[in-house]
């Protein structure tokens, strides 16, 4: 009985120990998606500020 009792105390700490494990990939993931989605939009943003100006510029050369 006590040898059963440490087997099933051993196989929990691994799957307590697998558990933490995904927990630090999933972290690790979750900052990847969002320091990539932060890029993505940052990018996007700018392009759409470089676009307006143009078009600015533009409708004044063209309505003056």
């Known amino acids: 009985l006590f ?3 440490s087997e099933c105390t051993a196989a929990l700490q691994l ?4 558990i933490h494990c995904m927990q630090e ?5 979750e900052m ?3 320091d990539g989605l932060s890029d993505k939009l940052y990018r996007y ?7 307006l ?5 533009i ?3 063209v309505f003056s």
């Open 3 to 5: 040898g059963l009792l």
């Open 15 to 18: 799957a307590l120990l697998d």
């Open 25 to 29: 990939d999933a972290a690790r993931i």
């Open 32 to 34: 990847e998606i969002v």
């Open 45 to 51: 943003n700018e392009n759409a500020c470089k676009e």
């Open 53 to 57: 100006l143009i078009y600015k510029k």
């Open 59 to 61: 409708r004044c050369a």
